[in-house]
């Protein structure tokens, strides 16, 4: 294991991935578990998740990284990584919850796919009918 910064951005850095990695994986597994759970919840869910998770490695790497300039003990910049990884966190979750992010992230999927299929199911009509013959010239 590298020490100083080198090892404060590696451990963050695995720290992150694996719990991008286990977002997927219970996201997945709601998705495919839960009868409720609709795609615009599961990629809403998931982009938040993954989101908290980005800012609070950022944020974790920025903070470690500084104590690791400043200290001479090689684990005291990893424990504050994983302490402001850990809070920081925590602190965009109470965000999340007390805006409702990720509710209003899930409402505007949900609303996008309504669109889009509106717009596909009235594409498949001109298109049916136009190779009816209403309005389609064939090259001669």
């Known amino acids: 294991m590298a020490i100083g910064k080198v090892g404060v951005q590696t451990s963050v850095f695995q720290g992150t991935s694996i719990t991008i990695v286990l977002y997927v994986s219970i996201n997945l597994l709601e998705f495919f578990l839960n009868d409720d759970t609709t795609k615009a919840m599961f990629f809403g869910k998931l982009a ?24 001479t003990f090689a684990v005291v910049p990893i424990v504050v990584a994983i302490f402001v990884a850990t809070l920081s ?37 001109e298109v049916r009918w136009k190779l ?8 001669r």
């Open 89 to 125: 966190g925590a602190v965009l979750y109470e965000i999340d919850e007390h805006y409702e992010l990720t509710k209003k992230l899930i409402e505007a999927l949900k609303q996008a796919d309504k669109k889009l299929d509106k717009g596909y199911r009235q594409l498949e009509k």
């Open 132 to 139: 009816k013959g209403g309005g389609m010239s064939l090259p």
């Open 48 to 71: 938040s998740d993954i989101t908290k998770a980005v800012i609070s490695g950022s944020l974790a790497l920025a903070v470690g990284s500084l104590v690791a300039g400043a200290t």
